[in-house]
């Protein structure tokens, strides 16, 4: 996740500059709503175009782990596109709880990072130990070989 997030942290920072320039933000809070919606947008046409497109991020390829259906063939855009979705859940719920109950200061970390634990500890709930969101949205992550081929489970 970190390798990922090092790799989109550059695809967003290339992203604000567009949306940055083309609409002539001059203030961070100027078009925030916007600037929010359009970075959620951008993240999923990486993420999705990545997994309907060899089913492997930049990230995804280093590690040699392949996104496919639960049947093994490449994920499709409906599928691809429910996992994004589902995904978020890594982080939605527990910044959505920090909100209701106005946290500050380090309870504003702790609350979504105890979501993020307990999400990735959910795979210990799954027989196959895949995530939630993979579950949700009919996918499985598997290794693939060195010439870039699912290996078999």
Sequence with gaps: MLYEAMLVFAVLFIAVLIFSILLEQRHALYLRGALQDWLFLVLGVYFIWF????GQTLAMKTWKIRLVDVSGKPA?????????????????PGLALAWLLGAKTSMLILIPLANMAIW?????????????????AGTRLVVSDLSGTPASP
């Design 51 to 54: 997994w309907t497109h060899g």
């Design 76 to 92: 499709r855009f409906w599928r691809a596109t429910i996992r994004y979705f589902f995904a978020w859940l890594w982080f939605v």
């Design 120 to 136: 990735a500890l959910a795979i210990y709930l799954d027989p196959h130990r895949q995530f939630i969101h993979d579950r949700l």
